[in-house]
């Protein structure tokens, strides 16, 4: 999983909470212990591979609202290396000034071309049926 980080590294990681924030984003939905009470299954396929096994082409997952605002206002003045462009110019679908935590949360999941499946972020308020939450 740490090479699929590369890419986010590179355009993030001169601030560490940032990266740290936007990494999390990704570790809890792919290696939490406790993912099935945060994440769902919206949509199931057959593998092209594997034609006899089950696939997940798209899930639900439930972020608490703020911590999309955390992660948001951790990157929102990171610049890439070498440049004076934001990074949120190319991971937010929109300019880094015009990005909110709702186009963020769905750039990542649905509108990002590099994302293997779709990926419904539902930012909720009301965390208490969690205990542990990203």
Do not use: W
Request: include cysteine; aromatic fraction near 14%.
């Amino acid at each position: 999983m740490a090479d699929q980080f590369g890419l986010a590294k590179l355009m993030l990681g001169r601030c560490p909470s940032c990266y740290y924030n936007f990494r999390s984003l990704f570790c809890a939905m792919t290696c939490a212990p406790d993912q099935s009470r945060f994440l769902t299954v919206k949509d199931l396929g057959t593998s092209i591979s594997f034609p006899n096994r089950t696939t997940v082409e798209s899930i639900y997952y439930d972020v608490a609202e703020d911590f999309s605002q955390r992660i948001l206002d951790s990157c929102r003045d990171v610049l890439y290396p070498g440049g004076n462009q934001h990074s949120l110019d190319s991971m937010c679908g929109r300019p880094y000034d015009k990005c909110t935590k709702e186009a963020f949360m769905a750039y990542l999941g649905i509108g990002n071309p590099a994302v293997p499946f779709p990926i419904y972020i539902n930012m909720i308020n009301d965390t208490s049926q969690y205990e542990t939450f990203y």
